[in-house]
C-alpha cells in the first residue's frame, strides 16, 4: 500500500512541476517558514531548536574534556552525531543509528570542520588534554530536508554556545563562560532534481520523487562541503545553478542564526 | 539519595527554589506540536524538558509479538546526551532507561484500553531533552496528553508527581539537588478518577507515616495536574479547529 501512495505522490509531483508548481505554492527555489529558537536546551553548552516547514531539529553543543587524537596532540575534538528519532517518523525505527543518521552527522559535521570556522588549536588546555565539542543533533519531525535543518541548527547552537572555563581538572560553568569563538558560517542548502526539474528545500513527497539530491555547503563566499545522493545524474549546469542559488541564498539563511 | 549533612535543603521554612513543601514546581504542557506523529506533548516541569509521541494503532513490531485480543503497547523512554549539566552522555538506552520505559508502560497499559485494538500496537516515544529531577513523572504526563492527543481510547487520563524526603521532612515534586540530596524519592502516578495507583517506585528511607504523607501531597496535586492535561488537549484541538 505504502508503495502505491509513494507512486501516486510521484507522478503528482512530477505533474505539477511540469506545470511549474510545487504542492505546497513555493517558487522552485524557495524555502518553507523557517523559525530558529536559540538555547532552547538549557544543559547543553549551546542549542537551537530549528522549523523548517514541519521538520524540527534539535541541535545541541557540549563541551568535555577529553585526549586529543595522536597525530593532532594540540587541537580539539569535535565529534557530531545524530539520530532520526522514531517519534519523528513512521519509517525511522529505534536502535543504532541507521545510514541515514551517519550520513547526515557526517554532512554537517563536514561543512563546520573543512570550513574551519572552528580554532581547533585554540582548543588546547595542557598536554593530553584538550576541549572536546560535542554536536548531537535530534530530528523530532521529518517532512524533508532535515539536512538543512540540522546544519542550521548545529550553526545556531555553536552561536549560542558558551565555552566553561577549566578550572582544577574540570570544567566550571558558573557564568564565567566565554562565547565560542567562530570565524565564519558553515550553511548548508540541499537541493534534489526531479525529472529535469531542480527544487529548493525539498518535502517529504518531493524527496520521495528525486532521482537525485546535492546538498552544498556555504561559507561566505566559497563552497565548504558537498554531498551527492540518490541514483540520478547530474549534469554540470545543474550543479553550477545549484551553487549559484546557494551562494544567494546564503545571507537570508544568517539571518536566522 | 546520598544523604548529605552538609548541605541545607530547607531553609527558614522554604526550600531551596522558595517553594513551600507541598507545592509543585511550575508546569507547562503544550499538546500537539509534532506533526508526523499521531499525537505528541511537550511537557516543561521545573528544568524538565521532556517530548512524547505517539504512534498507533499500527501493525504489530515483531510479530510474533501480536496478541489476537489486545494491542501491544510499546514504550520507550530515553534521556538525551545532552539532558544533563554534567559531561556529555552516552546515546541509546542504558539499565535505568529500559526500566523506565518498562514501568511506564505498564502504568500506561492500565487505561489505554487495549482491547478496542486486537493484533495492533501502539507506540510511545518519550524524550527527555532536558533533566532536572522527576523526569519519569513529567515523562508519564508526557505520555499521557501525547496517547489522548492520538485519540487512543482510554479510561482515564492519568497524572504523575513524586514526593520526597528533604531534611527530614516530606515534600512534593523534588527538584534535582533535592532528589540528589534528600533522604527519600517516592515517584507515583495516580488515574485521577479514582485515585488508583497506576506506578509506585520509591527509594530511600521513610517511616509508614511519612510514605503517607507524601502520598497524600500527591493525592492532594493531582486535580491540578488533570486539569493542565485537559487544558493543553483542549488548546491544541482550538488551534486544530481555528486552522
Not at chain 1, 551517519?102 to 559535521?109: P, Q
Not at chain 1, 540540522?150 to 557564568?175: C, I, Q, W
Not at chain 2, 504523575?160 to 507515583?188: M, R
Request: one cysteine or more; a negative charge.
Amino acid at each position: 500500500m505504502v508503495e502505491v501512495m509513494d507512486e501516486i505522490k510521484k507522478s503528482y509531483v512530477k505533474l505539477l512541476l511540469n506545470n511549474g508548481e510545487r504542492a505546497d505554492k513555493r517558487g522552485f527555489f524557495d524555502y518553507r517558514t523557517i523559525e530558529s529558537n536559540k538555547g532552547a536546551i538549557q544543559t547543553s553548552d549551546g542549542s537551537a531548536w530549528v522549523k523548517i516547514g514541519d521538520t524540527q531539529v534539535i541541535a545541541s553543543v557540549k563541551f568535555d574534556v577529553v585526549t586529543p587524537f595522536s597525530d593532532r596532540p594540540e587541537e580539539g575534538v569535535l565529534s557530531t552525531s545524530a539520530e532520526l528519532l522514531p517519534m519523528a517518523s513512521p519509517t525511522f525505527e529505534p536502535g543504532p543509528p541507521s545510514e541515514e543518521a551517519i550520513e547526515l552527522a557526517r554532512v554537517v559535521d563536514r561543512a563546520i570542520r573543512s570550513a574551519e570556522i572552528i580554532d581547533m588549536k585554540g582548543l588546547f588546555i595542557e598536554p593530553e588534554k584538550v576541549y572536546g565539542i560535542y554536536i548531537d543533533l535530534y530530528v523530532l519531525d521529518y517532512d524533508g530536508n532535515y539536512m538543512d535543518a540540522a546544519s542550521l541548527a548545529a550553526m545556531a547552537a555553536l552561536r549560542n554556545a558558551k565555552v566553561p572555563a577549566y578550572r582544577d581538572g574540570t570544567l566550571v560553568r558558573d557564568g564565567t563562560e566565554k562565547p565560542l569563538e567562530l570565524k565564519g558560517d558553515a550553511l548548508e542548502f540541499t537541493f534534489v532534481k526531479i525529472g529535469g526539474h531542480i527544487l529548493l528545500d525539498p518535502s517529504l513527497d518531493e524527496e520521495h520523487s528525486a532521482d537525485a539530491r546535492l546538498t552544498i555547503g556555504i561559507c561566505g563566499d566559497k563552497i565548504c562541503s558537498m554531498q551527492k545522493n540518490g541514483r540520478g545524474a547530474l549534469k554540470r549546469y545543474e550543479v553550477e545553478k545549484m551553487v549559484d542559488v546557494s551562494l544567494q541564498k546564503y545571507n537570508e539563511m544568517k539571518k536566522h542564526l | 539519595m546520598s544523604g548529605n549533612e552538609n548541605i541545607k535543603l530547607i531553609v527558614d521554612g522554604k526550600r531551596l527554589d522558595g517553594r513551600e513543601l507541598d507545592e509543585m514546581r511550575p508546569l507547562k504542557i503544550t499538546a500537539g506540536l509534532l506533526n508526523k506523529a499521531d499525537g505528541s506533548a511537550l511537557v516543561e516541569w521545573g528544568g524538565n524538558k521532556i517530548l512524547a509521541a505517539v504512534y498507533g494503532p499500527v501493525e504489530c513490531f515483531p510479530r510474533h509479538e501480536s496478541n489476537p485480543y489486545k494491542a501491544k503497547l510499546s514504550c520507550r523512554y530515553l534521556m538525551s546526551p545532552f539532558a544533563s549539566k554534567d559531561e556529555h552522555g552516552r546515546a541509546g538506552p542504558n539499565r535505568r532507561s529500559i526500566e523506565l520505559s518498562m514501568v511506564l508502560g505498564k502504568a500506561l497499559e492500565n487505561v489505554v484500553m487495549l482491547e478496542k485494538y486486537p493484533r495492533a500496537m501502539i507506540e510511545v516515544f518519550i524524550e527527555v531533552l532536558q533533566a532536572s529531577g522527576g523526569t519519569r513523572c513529567a515523562s508519564l504526563v508526557a505520555a499521557s496528553v501525547a496517547l489522548a492527543n492520538a485519540g487512543i481510547p482510554m479510561k482515564d487520563l492519568p497524572v504523575a508527581v513524586a514526593a520526597g524526603k528533604i531534611d527530614g521532612k516530606v515534600c512534593l515534586d523534588c527538584s534535582k539537588d533535592e532528589d540528589n540530596f534528600g533522604q527519600a524519592d517516592v515517584p507515583i502516578a495516580l488515574a485521577p478518577r479514582n485515585n488508583d495507583i497506576l506506578l509506585l517506585q520509591m527509594d530511600g528511607l521513610m517511616t509508614k507515616d511519612e510514605f503517607f504523607k507524601a502520598l497524600d501531597y500527591i493525592e492532594k496535586s493531582a486535580p491540578e495536574i488533570h486539569r493542565l492535561e485537559v487544558e493543553a488537549l483542549r488548546k491544541a484541538y482550538e488551534e486544530t479547529d481555528a486552522q
